[in-house]
């Protein structure tokens, strides 16, 4: 219990450590750009996290679980094999690119997705072996390299969006170098021989597939609004919702560090049979309060902290906000229950519920999009996240507490 509580301190408090530095680049952004320009950088990421989904295929997940179920292989096995087949991935994305949609800002994003799945692979041994403060040591370095060069950017080239895009881009480079480094004496441990690779491969694309809806269902119910704001919307309101949407991940940064945190430690009581129901009763009723005090609490920030945060020119943060916050809250019932079931090897079935849920989220915010204002475009997301645990909780994660198996 001791060494639970002191990783999700470290990963909380990293990960806190980690979004300061976007943070104090908000209002620096946000004012040197404008609402326009600001905006497509949020795009930008938007679109980022769509080829993470398609190249990634979720390797670093799989690479945490086999640490645990499989005694075969090296963990550096499945590293060097998500290399290859994120290297493919990313080829067919950017041909696909060129020959359909050419772009620049989605070609440079398809570029930072490759390397942001090769540096998250890279560093989620540490993840999986429990060694918190090496792992959040990774993550602050690589933000803290992207923060600087930003700075570097904006002072020595002409302002735009692009200078925060190619800062990006290369502090992943240096990152995933560095982590290389502090990593040799693990990487030297694969095995390249073919049978290998082959075999590791087979079992990321067999893990990783079906989980590509999984995560694009994930992912239209938290980076599709930016696009569709962007096509039904002025460039000013994209602006002004993407600072909101800055200000409120930082509840998604908590729930997802808290999740790295609790997942190893979750695995090995599962392996152990030791959690029962009862202790998820306990965790999601202990959530639900902390939630509502959070929205509360945010509620009840005046109005003009959130412009002096982001701006005179960002007028309707604080409505976008107070939507926001308890609509990434209530991702964490689900993040409970997904990391449950994967452990027991219902990938299928928790994309068949994320499925349900985004098409559901896509047909209701083009809906709001087209006939409502921006402003109810936060609450299709409280909607949709809602839904979907509680139909992971009705057809998947019951059945499954239930049996043990």
């Known amino acids: 219990m001791r060494k639970i509580f002191s990783d999700s301190i470290i990963y909380v408090g990293g990960e806190l450590i980690v979004k300061i530095f976007p943070f104090l680049l908000l209002p620096v952004l946000s004012r040197a750009l404008g609402p326009e320009q600001y905006g497509e950088i949020s795009l930008f990421n938007a679109y980022v996290s769509v080829f993470f989904v398609f190249i990634g295929l979720n390797a670093s997940a799989a690479i945490i679980k086999y640490e645990y179920t499989q005694e075969d292989y090296n963990s550096a096995d499945y590293f060097f094999s998500s290399v290859i087949i994120s290297s493919v991935a ?49 993550q602050v370095i690589n933000a803290a390299m992207s923060f600087v060069i930003t700075l570097l950017f904006l002072y020595y080239f002409k302002v735009s969006y692009e200078i925060r895009v190619y800062a990006i881009i290369l502090g992943f480079l240096i990152s995933i170098f560095i982590s290389s480094c502090s990593n040799r004496t693990w990487l030297k441990q694969a095995d390249f021989c073919f049978d290998t690779v082959k075999k590791t491969s087979s079992q990321l694309l067999i893990f990783g597939i079906p989980l590509i809806i999984h995560n694009m269902s994930f ?90 945060v982001a701006g005179e020119e960002y007028k309707d943060v604080k409505r976008f906000v107070v939507i926001m916050v308890p ?56 909607f949709s996240n809602n839904f979907v645990a509680l139909l992971m909780y009705i057809t998947v994660f019951r059945p499954v507490t239930e049996s043990g198996q």
């Open 219 to 308: 992912l239209a119910r938290s980076g599709l609004d930016r696009i569709m704001i962007s096509n039904y919307f002025s460039s000013s309101t994209l602006g002004n919702y993407s600072a909101s949407f800055q200000l409120s991940v930082i509840i998604t940064v908590v729930l997802m560090a808290l999740n790295k945190a609790l997942t190893p430690h979750l695995y090995s009581q599962l392996k152990n049979n030791k959690i029962s129901r009862k202790h998820f009763t306990l965790i999601f009723i202990g959530y639900f309060c902390l939630s509502t005090l959070v929205t509360i609490v945010a509620q009840l920030i005046p109005e003009g902290v959130y412009n002096l």
């Open 90 to 138: 990313f080829i067919l994305c950017v041909a696909g690119v060129y020959a359909f949609y050419p772009s620049d800002i989605i070609i440079l994003a398809a570029i930072a997705g490759y390397f942001q799945c090769i540096y998250t692979n890279l560093v989620s041994i540490n993840q999986s072996r429990k060694e918190a403060k090496k792992y959040m040591t990774a």
């Open 327 to 382: 609509a990434f809250l209530s991702q964490g019932f689900y993040l409970i229950m997904a990391s449950t079931c994967f452990f027991y090897g219902k990938s299928k079935a928790i994309s068949y519920c994320t499925f349900t849920g985004g098409v559901i989220h896509c047909v209701i915010l083009l809906f709001v999009c087209k006939f409502m204002t921006v402003f109810c475009v936060p609450w299709v997301l409280f």
